[in-house]
């Protein structure tokens, strides 16, 4: 009975964790995110702290080349190096991304699934996505 208890503990406490990278077809995601851009990574600043996963969390700084929502020429994410959470990515400086960032306490954030696709890693999907991004913007 006693592992019983202790494996249902678990699991809920494991879904408590858990997250959903289901964020729908890109209308959605443009539309329940606060920012979406294609940018390049300037700087990468790791903090002392981590976050509820254990991940380290960073501050990534982007230059901008595209932007179909949101405000300002440079963003700034306040994130994690995502190794087991749902928040951040594992960014590389100078690399180019397409980000779709939601608020989070005042700061921009995102989700590792869904919420980044590396230009480098994922060509075609960057491409689908910023010819979508582009004709929705129209």
Known sequence: MKLFIFWLALFFSASAFS???DMGE???????SKSV???TVKE???LESSNVFG???????????????????EHTLHTAYN?????????????EY???AFEDDGRLNTMWCGGVISK????ESFKEEVITLNKLAD
């Open 19 to 21: 997250c959903s990278c």
């Open 26 to 32: 890109i209308p959605q995601k443009l539309e329940s």
């Open 37 to 39: 851009f294609v940018g």
């Open 44 to 46: 990468i600043q790791y």
């Open 55 to 73: 991940d380290q969390e960073i501050v990534v700084t982007f230059s901008i080349q595209n932007q179909w929502k949101g405000g300002e020429e």
């Open 83 to 95: 190794a087991a959470g749902c928040y951040g990515y594992w960014f590389e400086e100078s690399k």
């Open 98 to 100: 397409l980000v779709y």
């Open 120 to 123: 480098g890693e994922s060509m």
